[in-house]
């Protein structure tokens, strides 16, 4: 045991006995080859010895059952105020330092390799502040409230609320931080919050609410729905499905709707698909070279705006009084309409595009309209391109068939029963309707890579209703 003092003695003499191994006691200059140094200093600029320093990765993640970081990552500052951190790997890290109630909090530094020093600019310490705030699970009681982890990237925080949501990190240096608030119950979302604590502050995030989880893709199994769809989620369809009478389905921008077998919609309900101009709704089939079925609505009144109809056997089969399709697109299907009866009120299909539309194995047109009086039809601006089969219109009532362009598709019918005989007389489609025949050019209308914005020599710019562009960036509004 003797032998063993006197050997520990011999190499505490050699080597010298410190608990900071990175500093030569007798002159304080620096003996790390690489790593991260600099200085901390207080409020009249005079070095600050004793001050802990830790340095963290600013991805670090704290818990509640592993708080040490390890010693290399860790110092105290000198006489000098100079800290100095060995062999620290390449990336970014944050920097703390504390003594009694003054700290620093030094963020984003810059590790290129690890076989340079990096010299961190002189950190001030000031008066520690707090945050505080209370976390609230709605449906959740109080006594649930504290089943939340809360904690600082990049620092050694973590905690937990107390019963109620009450939560509180204290002595915290000023500086900018984000906050993680993460449930421990998977039906609620985890919640980020950017913020910035000045020197001595206290700063009240009063009480945050934390959303409910959604999933981004929803599978519909019922064969009845109503409600709201989106924004911005993925519904995909398992079996035909319904809108009750009495009901309202309301689909909002962003939301996909995905067949994923040949189903029917039927909307016996009401139903209102408002997409944006950014943000279009899409109806499509799970697989592209597959089709789904048909949209099959009754309702009294129909609105389609920005939306997408991809992959359709059928299409739109609209029964209603009112309906007004804008600015939709139809392509890659078979039809564009299966029919449009009944309509008592008014149709107004504008500012559409259908394009890339094949005929079905019977060689069904893609369009066919009947219509009874008093109804009114605005059909116009439409822009109808790459289309292997045509478009029937049977009207009854008063119509306006105006400022519409076909491409590369076969001859639009028009007719109309011959009130003193059974014969049809078709529509004239000549200049008086300005119904053009030339490619509108759009910006790219490739598969995968659609852009409808007309090009600049676009023969649909400005010869479209009241002078207006056609297509589904038009402006004009009956």
């Known amino acids: 045991m003797k032998t063993i003092l006197i050997l520990g003695l011999m190499l505490c003499l050699f080597f010298g006995c410190s608990d900071n191994p990175t500093k030569n006691n007798e002159d304080n200059t620096t003996h790390i080859s690489a790593g991260v140094k600099g200085k901390l200093v207080d409020a009249s600029n005079n070095p600050v010895s004793g001050a802990i320093v830790r ?39 944050n920097i703390e330092g504390q003594k009694d109630t003054l700290g620093v909090f030094i963020d984003s530094i810059d590790v290129p390799d690890d076989t340079s020093i990096i010299d961190v600019p002189p950190g001030q310490l000031k008066k520690l502040g707090k945050i505080t705030g209370i976390t609230h699970m709605p449906g959740q009681s109080d006594t649930n409230q504290v089943r939340v982890n809360i904690y600082v990237p990049g620092t050694r925080r973590i905690t937990l609320p107390n019963i109620g949501g009450r939560f509180t990190f204290d002595l915290m240096p000023a500086g900018r931080y984000q906050i993680i608030i993460n449930p421990t119950l998977p039906t609620y979302n985890v919640k ?121 056997k059928w299409g739109l089969s609209l029964h209603a009084n009112r309906a007004t399709i804008r600015k939709c697109i139809f392509r890659y299907g078979n039809r564009l309409i299966d029919g449009i009866s009944g309509i008592k009120d008014s149709l107004l299909f504008y500012n559409n595009i259908i394009h890339n539309m094949t005929m079905d194995v019977n060689g069904n047109h893609n369009f066919q309209i009947f219509t009874r009086p008093p109804a009114y039809c605005i059909f116009a601006n439409n822009v109808f391109l790459n289309n292997s089969v045509g478009m029937t219109g ?24 011959d009130s003193t005989s059974s014969a049809e007389v078709q529509y004239s489609l000549d200049s008086a309707s300005m119904t053009l025949y030339e490619n509108p050019l759009f910006v790219n209308d490739s598969t995968g890579n659609e852009d409808y914005h007309l090009q600049f020599n676009s023969p649909c710019m400005s010869t479209g209703m009241n002078g207006t562009d056609m297509g589904i960036y038009s402006t004009y509004e009956p």
Request: some cysteine; glycine content about 6%.
């Open 192 to 312: 980020i919050l950017d913020t910035t604590l000045n020197a001595g502050e206290t700063l009240d995030l009063d009480t945050i609410f934390i959303k409910v989880y959604e999933p981004d893709t929803i599978d519909i199994l019922t064969t009845v729905v109503w409600g709201t769809w989106g924004p911005n989620k993925n519904y995909r369809i398992y079996t035909d499905i319904e809108v009750p009478l009495g009901k309202e389905l309301t689909i909002l921008p962003g939301t996909k709707v995905i067949f994923a077998q040949f189903y029917n919609i039927i909307v016996n309900g009401s139903l209102t698909c408002k997409g944006e101009d950014s943000n279009f709704i899409v109806f499509k089939h799970e697989f592209p070279q597959d089709t789904w079925n048909t949209f099959g609505i009754t309702a009294d009144t129909i609105t389609l705006e920005y939306c997408v109809f991809e992959n359709s």
């Open 394 to 417: 049977y009207w009854i009532s008063s119509v306006l068939f105006r400022n519409n362009c076909f491409f590369n598709c076969q001859e639009p019918l028009m007719r109309c029963p």
């Open 55 to 93: 340095l963290y990765p600013v991805d670090y993640v704290p818990s509640t059952t592993a708080m040490k970081i390890r010693a290399a990552n860790l110092d105290t500052t000198d006489d000098e105020g100079v800290y100095e951190i060995p062999n620290v790997d390449t990336g970014t890290y």
